[in-house]
């Protein structure tokens, strides 16, 4: 059974860091595209960085909220997927999940990101 657990979260102030991971058992995530998503509260979850599997092609995609100030990298032998998260704003606030592009695993429990002064 897949398993995924998201970590790092945390309240920053505006203009801070953060640097969440997930770690996924049960599979090797080396065959699989990789995303961040995130859910604000009375809002649908969205995807804001997808990394391709390295075993097809490099790459990745944000969303353009996040453009510029988010990065996704990937760590295959660990079976973990990074998001660091700079020049943090208000309206990041959110839970923060991990899933494949597609959201084909069972979703974690997320990890609360607060960003507030």
């Known amino acids: 059974q897949v398993q995924v657990v998201e970590s790092g979260g945390g309240l920053v102030q505006p203009g801070g860091s953060l640097r969440l991971s997930c770690v996924v058992s049960?599979?090797?995530?080396?065959?699989?595209?990789m995303g961040w998503f995130r859910q604000a509260p009375g809002k649908q979850r969205e995807l804001v960085a997808r990394?391709?599997?390295?075993?097809?092609?490099?790459?990745?995609t944000y969303a353009d909220s996040v453009k510029g100030r988010f990065t996704i990298s990937r760590d295959n032998a660990l079976n973990t997927v990074y998001l660091q998260m700079n020049s943090l704003k208000p309206e990041d606030t959110a839970v923060y999940y991990c899933?494949?592009?597609?959201?084909?695993?069972?979703w974690g429990q997320g990890t609360q990101v607060t960003v507030s002064s």
């Open positions: 049960g599979t090797m995530i080396r065959w699989y595209s």
């Open positions: 899933n494949t592009g597609g959201g084909q695993f069972e």
């Open positions: 990394i391709i599997s390295v075993t097809s092609a490099s790459g990745t």
